[in-house]
């Protein structure tokens, strides 16, 4: 497995929005944050409240003058963009591009470019790759933190260790239990005289095992439902008689 | 190819956080946006600035009083959260959800909390599962349009590939009719005096929500699940009385 890309924010205006990429990356597991030539300098006191308590992402994010500066330690620099360039290089979308990361030998870099106009020409052609987010066409506004989490994100989903704490759901309760509850119902309606014409009776009765094997109920949500059924059935002593 | 889901949320607070979810959406062809009870009213002026262009998303928000007036004509609920919880439903993650989401007969909403505290239990009730972010477990820290881009972000990756559903099982019933299935067992058994103590009243309702969310019963099938629960009742006057 390979480490982590390295985010560099490239030009990066408002330390608002760098202190929200700093948060973008930490929620996905990305702690290494690059900036180049920031144009309100750093560090940015507008940068610390907007991260969130991603604070750690600040206080170690390294300060360059210039992108092959910030990149001379990778193998690899790929470059977000959403506009298609004259530029002659791979594209990768965020997921081809965080599996190729992953396959690399070496350091890997993305670049981001400035909040109003990304990256510039010279920029790019520092790059390998391109990766683009496919978006509406008809409405591309992707803001800095939003294209840093979107990249973040899809490099999680490799790593082990952020698989969600899956819920052990109980398996569905054994056969003869569901049984129990079917028998149950079915003389709860036969007492009710629901099973009406005679020649019906099979067609429906099979029709009611149907509906209570769909739900695949664990053997506590049977026993539930069976309580359920006896309450409100005619025999509970407690029902309403009117 | 089903419809793309349907993005609620419920009980937003501030008109950005509106605005900036609309902004999140569009940019992945998403357009459908309902607001459960929105803290300061709609339409709401810090709105439009969030939205960066996306007016249409706001201009076309639906609002509603209630989870289940919002999602009534929707067959499948998913409510995101990141905390764990009791609830025992189904866990996804995002690109598993939206897989579903796409095979699935009927609509899907997908239900994102107020800022601050995220869906209540309640709420998650209503829902047949639970769509969770993987996230840094030492930093979760996602904000309400940073969840609601990275779910139409994943909804969007396989629009263009989207192929048909396999199965032409009948969707679940819309949540407006397991409402009414629902409610007309709790009434049963209220008549029943089978809630008791009062304390423990609404977890015993949840679990009985939860039993009946989970089948995914069709309009059909709730029908006939209600015809069985009136034909074995005290009322029914066809029922043994002994």
């Known amino acids: 497995v390979n480490a982590p890309p390295v985010i560099v924010l490239v030009r990066p205006q408002l330390g608002e929005n760098i202190g929200k990429a700093a948060r973008a990356m930490l929620n996905f597991g990305l702690v ?3 900036l180049v ?3 309100d300098g750093w560090p940015n006191p507008s940068a610390g409240p907007a991260a969130a308590g991603a604070d750690i992402v600040l206080a170690d994010a390294q300060v360059f003058e210039t992108v092959a500066e910030a990149t001379a330690d990778c ?3 790929y470059a977000t963009t959403v506009r298609k360039r004259g530029v002659m290089k791979p594209v990768f979308a965020p997921e081809a591009a965080v599996a190729a990361i992953r396959e690399a030998q070496g350091r890997s870099a993305i670049l981001f470019g400035p909040e109003r106009a990304g990256l510039e020409t010279d920029d790019v052609a520092l790059a390998r790759a391109i990766i683009t987010v496919p978006i509406n066409p008809a409405f591309g506004s992707l803001n800095l933190a939003q294209a840093v989490i979107l990249l973040a994100y ?4 490799g790593e082990a260790l952020a698989s969600p704490p899956l819920t052990t759901l109980e398996p569905p309760a054994a056969q003869d239990e569901l049984e ?4 149950q ?3 709860q ?3 009710a005289h629901y099973f009406w014409p005679p020649d019906r009776t099979q067609v429906t009765k099979r029709m009611i095992r149907g509906l209570l094997t769909k739900p695949g109920w664990n053997a506590g949500e049977v026993r539930t439902m069976r309580g359920v059924l006896r309450a409100i059935s005619p025999d509970n002593p407690h029902a309403k008689r009117d």
Do not use: F
């Open 37 to 39: 030539a920031p144009r």
């Open 75 to 77: 193998a690899h620099v």
């Open 189 to 191: 309606l036969e007492e």
């Open 180 to 183: 129990g509850l079917i028998v």
């Open 32 to 34: 290494e944050m690059r």
């Open 154 to 157: 899809e490099w999680s989903k």
């Open 185 to 187: 119902l079915e003389t």
